[in-house]
């Protein structure tokens, strides 16, 4: 795995020298790693307030999403009355309502953080909500024929088995998170890492460019490597049993 | 102890037997219907059975003549569409806790290892599952995973994962013990084995029991009374009282009689073209 990417780079910088490439258009990657280095405290400064808003946006959704599946799964009434809501919701382009929420909420942090919360919260809900449902009627039979107590039944039975599938939910809003962090800059913003990529990309400073884009992608696949890795915490005997396997880094 | 032939625990040395510990069981009137939209499966027809407390009632009949739809009625997890099921006494209604149950299938929840598969039952109810650690072991060693205990269910061939169920089924010593089909999955030895294990089991601890087979032999050898099932809709077709000595050792399943009890119900099955030749 390393060693393709030090194979690929090493290709792409060797093409661009020899095709004469223009830097802007394809800056060679020793370039970018120079240019980078040169503005490495701008550009983590703004890292930190993306991550902080990828990570706050996301961690809501978590603590949102997972109650209301809760709900969702278990009353009839809920199911009715809001989830259809929900699913309704889901179908307007998120992103379209961005420069709305600016105009509601202005500039600051909170915007963003409804952005990100809005992208990852519906994948999350829908999984959660499949996840609580999908228990094995014969495993609840068992469990019936103890006289469990509803929490001990929820704690032992329910939870344990909804648990593959909200993991299966948390993987796809982590994916999303990053994404919808940088949307949310791109409208309107004066910080963060989509902002100084709409800066450097209009004074075609491609090698910052290409630098933001690649610590963008570094910092979204360490969101869901995390939440991987939390999930072989938290469920070894699903993670191990699954037939093909993403392996890490 | 035997460590490659898998039993059924004994009273695993454990507490001391617990004689007449069985509860009566009234089955009356029972009738089951199944409607899904147009279709409708008449599965149990009338079905009247009086158990006496501590009787071993074993079951034969075809398949889907109804006979794990009436386990389910009997346990409360099923409503029946008519009809009343009386548990020492008391009419069911809603699960019924005071059994063990061994499903069809072993319903093992795969995030706990084999131990902690066997414990969820003292869990469940709310008891302290490490006081039952060594039991446990003990009565899994018994039925042959003693090197097991830590391994997962998907680890396990699908024998084992039912001598789980089964060993789960008894740890909390149950005074009605309710069994779909457990000896299915095991091999022909196995099988043999287990059976007079739990023949042996129950002999100690008189637990009623009421054991759902396939196999017309296993019924006889183990029972006091053979219900024999139509097809469906399922109706008690005969019962057998089966008169043996006990335990059932090999010169009582080799006897004349023995053959005899059998024959009987292989007739009774081909009057209705379970079987034809
Ligand atoms: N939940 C259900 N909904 C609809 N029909 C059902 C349901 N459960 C069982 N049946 C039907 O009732 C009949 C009896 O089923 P049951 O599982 O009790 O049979 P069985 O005697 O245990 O068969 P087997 O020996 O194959 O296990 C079958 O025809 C089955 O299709
Ligand atoms: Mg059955």
Not at chain 1, 48 to 67: C, D, F, K, R
Not at chain 2, 107 to 134: K, M, T
């Amino acid at each position: 795995m390393i060693i393709a990417f030090i194979v690929l780079f090493l290709l792409w910088e060797f093409a661009v020298k020899l095709f004469g490439i223009k830097e802007y258009l394809l800056p060679p990657p020793s370039k970018i790693w120079s240019e980078f280095l040169k503005r490495q405290n701008t550009v983590m400064a703004s890292a930190w307030t993306t991550m902080t808003e990828i990570i706050g946006g996301y961690l809501l959704a978590v603590a949102v999403s997972i109650p209301l599946a809760m709900a969702i799964a278990y009353s009839r009434f809920v199911e009715n009355s809001i989830y259809p809501i929900i699913v309704f919701l889901q179908i307007i382009p998120k992103i379209a309502i961005a420069p709305l929420f600016i105009i509601w909420f202005g500039f600051g942090l909170f915007p963003k953080l409804l952005i990100v919360f809005l992208l990852c919260f519906f994948p999350i809900v829908v999984s959660s909500v499949a996840g609580f449902k999908s228990v094995d009627p014969d495993v609840m039979d068992f469990a019936r024929s103890t006289g469990a107590s509803p929490a001990r039944m929820f704690f032992k039975i329910r939870l344990p088995q909804a648990l593959p599938e909200i993991f299966t939910g948390l993987k796809i809003g982590a994916a999303l998170s990053a994404t919808a962090a940088v949307v949310a800059e791109f409208v309107a913003s004066d910080r963060g890492l989509g902002y100084l990529l709409q800066q450097y990309n209009g004074q075609l400073e491609t090698p910052m460019v290409f630098a933001i884009i690649v610590l963008l992608s570094l910092i979204g696949l360490a969101i869901y490597y995390l939440v991987e890795f939390v999930e072989r915490l938290v469920i070894p005997w699903h993670v191990s049993q699954r037939p093909t396997e993403m392996t890490g880094l | 102890m035997r460590s490659e032939s898998p039993s059924l625990p004994e009273a695993a040395g454990q507490p001391p037997p617990r004689q007449g510990t069985g509860v009566p069981v009234e089955i009356s009137g029972i009738a089951q219907i199944f409607r899904r939209a147009d279709l409708e499966t008449r599965a149990l027809e009338r079905i009247d059975l009086s158990v006496k407390p501590g009787e071993f009632v074993a079951v034969v009949g075809p398949s889907g003549c109804g006979k794990s739809t009436l386990l389910k009625i009997i346990a409360g997890l099923l409503e029946p569409s008519s009809g009343t099921v009386g548990i020492a006494g008391k009419r069911v209604s809603g699960p019924h806790t005071d059994l063990g149950i061994v499903f069809q299938s072993p319903v093992l929840l795969d995030w706990r290892n084999i131990l902690d598969n066997v414990l969820v039952q003292i869990d469940l109810r709310g008891g302290n599952p490490a006081a039952y650690r060594d039991k446990a072991r003990t009565l899994l060693a018994k039925v042959g995973l003693a090197e097991f205990e830590n391994r997962m269910p998907r680890e396990l061939s699908g024998g084992m994962r039912q001598r789980t169920a089964i060993v789960r089924a008894l740890i909390h010593e149950p005074p009605l013990l309710l069994m779909d089909e457990p000896f299915g999955a095991l091999d022909a030895l196995t099988r043999e084995q287990m059976r007079i294990d739990l023949e042996k089991l129950w002999l100690e601890r008189g637990q009623t029991t009421f054991f759902i087979t396939h196999g017309i032999s296993e019924a006889v050898a183990l029972a006091d009374r053979v219900i024999v099932m139509t097809p469906r809709p399922g109706r008690i077709e005969r019962i057998l009282e089966i008169d043996l000595p006990r335990p059932r050792h090999k010169d009582v399943i080799t006897s004349r009689r023995f053959a005899d009890y059998c024959d009987e119900i292989t007739e009774c099955f081909m009057r209705h073209g379970v079987i034809q030749y």
